[in-house]
């Protein structure tokens, strides 16, 4: 009887965050926008569009509960072979997003850090998130890593190469000073969206001993509901850390 009422209170999205223990860093592969703009008969990038708007309700909300770091996968170096247009447009979404909040940002005290090559950016792109890192960078609440044109293979190559070139032995520590998200360390919880399983290069040394939680819906629709449903899940896991049960 007493399972059956907590599963009820489960499926009734009542879940009470209090007691349970708040992931440091999540990471999110955020995947389904195009599938949910087709369920609309509407075009991918309206897809995509609706995914940034939820990007940043969460990214709120995750604040406000007390998430220090999230990691975002926006566009992996592997995504360059889409369409062009379908391509064009997600450089305009990051670009227009960012101008659309630069003078509002501070206000939420969530600092924001692009990860990923910065190589095949445009200016334009370049100037922008320097200038919306820059209005951040003093603020006290979450970060918010935006990994685009990101690739966690071409990471670690990445702190490999300034390793050496700084001279130093490689080690495992070293590696973890020299990742884009250095300040974030390990990822916690790891979501991905839409019902997929794979982990598509992303933080593949980050989520070494992260919780795994999937969800069936489609990034434009997970909201803090969910979000306090992933926590709820990732706090009945037992994390051993290659040790033994406690
Ligand atoms: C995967 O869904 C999503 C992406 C490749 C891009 C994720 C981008 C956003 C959430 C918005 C952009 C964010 C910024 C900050 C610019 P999919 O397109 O592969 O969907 P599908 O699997 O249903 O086709």
Same mark, same amino acid.
């Given at each position: 009887? =007493?399972?059956?009422?907590?599963?009820?209170?489960?499926? @009734?999205d009542?879940i009470k965050?209090e @007691?349970?223990?708040?992931?440091?860093?999540i990471g999110?592969?955020?995947?389904g926008?195009? !599938?949910w &703009?087709k !369920?609309r008969?509407?075009?991918r990038t309206?897809?995509?569009?609706a995914?940034?708007?939820n990007l #940043?309700?969460?990214? %709120?909300y &995750? @604040?406000?509960?007390?998430?220090k770091?999230?990691t975002?996968? &926006?566009f992996s170096?592997?995504?360059?072979?889409?369409?062009?247009?379908?391509?064009?447009y997600?450089?305009?979404l990051?670009?227009?997003?960012?101008?659309?909040? #630069?003078?509002?940002?501070? %206000?939420?005290?969530?600092?924001?850090?692009i990860v990923?090559?910065?190589?095949?950016?445009?200016d334009?792109l370049?100037d922008?998130?320097?200038r919306?890192?820059?209005?951040? %960078?003093?603020?006290? *609440?979450m970060?918010?890593?935006? =990994?685009?044109?990101?690739?966690? !293979?071409q990471?670690i190559v990445? &702190?490999c190469k300034e390793?050496?070139?700084?001279?130093?032995?490689?080690s495992?520590?070293?590696?973890?000073?020299h990742l884009? $998200?250095?300040d974030? *360390?390990?990822v916690?919880?790891l979501? !991905?969206t839409?019902?997929e399983?794979r982990i598509?290069?992303f933080?593949?040394?980050?989520?070494s001993y992260?919780? #795994?939680?999937t =969800?069936? $819906?489609?990034?434009?629709d997970? @909201?803090?509901?969910?979000?306090?449903? =992933?926590i709820?899940e990732y706090?009945k896991r037992d994390?051993r850390?290659? *040790?033994?049960?406690k």
């Amino acid at each position: 009887m =007493a399972l059956f009422k907590k599963r009820r209170k489960e499926n @009734n999205d009542e879940i009470k965050l209090e @007691n349970l223990n708040i992931p440091n860093h999540i990471g999110i592969i955020m995947d389904g926008n195009g !599938r949910w &703009a087709k !369920r609309r008969g509407m075009p991918r990038t309206y897809g995509h569009k609706a995914g940034v708007d939820n990007l #940043i309700e969460l990214s %709120k909300y &995750a @604040n406000s509960i007390g998430v220090k770091y999230m990691t975002v996968y &926006a566009f992996s170096t592997e995504n360059w072979s889409r369409p062009k247009d379908e391509v064009s447009y997600l450089m305009y979404l990051l670009d227009s997003t960012f101008n659309r909040l #630069i003078d509002t940002i501070e %206000k939420d005290n969530i600092k924001m850090k692009i990860v990923g090559e910065k190589d095949k950016l445009s200016d334009q792109l370049l100037d922008v998130i320097k200038r919306m890192e820059e209005k951040t %960078k003093n603020c006290t *609440g979450m970060t918010l890593f935006i =990994a685009f044109n990101y690739g966690s !293979r071409q990471e670690i190559v990445h &702190a490999c190469k300034e390793i050496v070139n700084e001279g130093k032995e490689i080690s495992i520590d070293e590696i973890q000073n020299h990742l884009y $998200t250095k300040d974030g *360390g390990d990822v916690d919880l790891l979501i !991905r969206t839409s019902g997929e399983q794979r982990i598509s290069n992303f933080m593949l040394w980050q989520i070494s001993y992260s919780e #795994i939680y999937t =969800a069936d $819906t489609y990034w434009p629709d997970f @909201n803090g509901d969910c979000l306090n449903k =992933a926590i709820l899940e990732y706090n009945k896991r037992d994390r051993r850390f290659g *040790g033994l049960k406690k």
